[in-house]
């Protein structure tokens, strides 16, 4: 329950166990939205809502504009106003409210900063590791698999060796909101997890788990985050090497050769094209010579 005494305080409460009991999301969730709409039950009430259903397009503008009055920063804005809008289509839904005004007010747009990614270069001494430790095999075909498929970190320590095929030349991966997309295992990949599953055994693992620690349990997220950071100093790798950076290499290169957005959504993931179009870039040079061979109008300086 929210502290204080407002009369808009009784619908946020509602909310808030709708979330916990209906929408069972989790805990560190439920414990955002709430933070969100206490600051946002203060604002309102300081501009003279009493009621939920009073609230306009203007209170809501003015809400955005004291937040980041108070120093929020564009993503941290557009947080807020994602949970004031998701918490007024539930008063809408529950027929407490006839539209919902924060639906016509978006957050700022902030820099994207892009991650930087390995050159195809770098990527080849970063995997240039020898076969004689078990570890060191485990590490690399990680790595293998991370960049030849674009995978993202929770994907890829969640794998289980009943996700992938050798003979086929496919893994079946579990993406974010639990939807599942097959890929194609690259020769090189493939070569690798055989060389990783041979071994395998002997660190007895405990159940399924692809890739797994030295005590046989799934290997964790940090610890793969621990292994590429060292894997990158040890292989001369000029910027730091993290999971992320490996998968922002592997859609800029794949991009970067076939052009084909769409496929490069389809491989990354993504729900919509324009997360692949933030997450992945292309100099201008290239765009301006892609445009120039298949645009029927690009033939510029021609008569």
Known sequence: ??????????????????????????????????RQLTALLDIAMDLGVAQWQQLDVNHVRAMATRSKR?????????????????????????????????????APRGNHHLPQNLDVDEVDRLLDINLEDPLAVRDRTMMEVMYGDGLRLAELVNLDCGHIDLDAGEVWVTGKGNKERKLPLGKTAIVWLRHWLALRGAFAPVDQALFVAKTGQRISMRNVQKRFAEWGIKQGIDSHVHPHKLRHSFATHMLESSGDLRAVQELLGHANLSTTQIYTHLDFQHLAQVYDAAHPRAKRGKS
């Open 70 to 106: 108070k120093g929020l920063q564009s993503a941290s804005l557009a947080l807020r106003l994602s949970a004031l809008r998701s918490f007024l289509d539930y008063l809408v839904e529950h027929g407490r409210l006839k539209a919902n005004p924060a639906k016509a007010v978006s």
């Open 1 to 34: 329950m929210i502290a204080g005494g407002s009369s808009l305080q009784p619908e946020v409460d509602a909310f808030l166990r709708y979330l916990r009991v209906e929408r069972q999301l989790s805990p560190l969730t439920q414990s955002s939205y709430a």
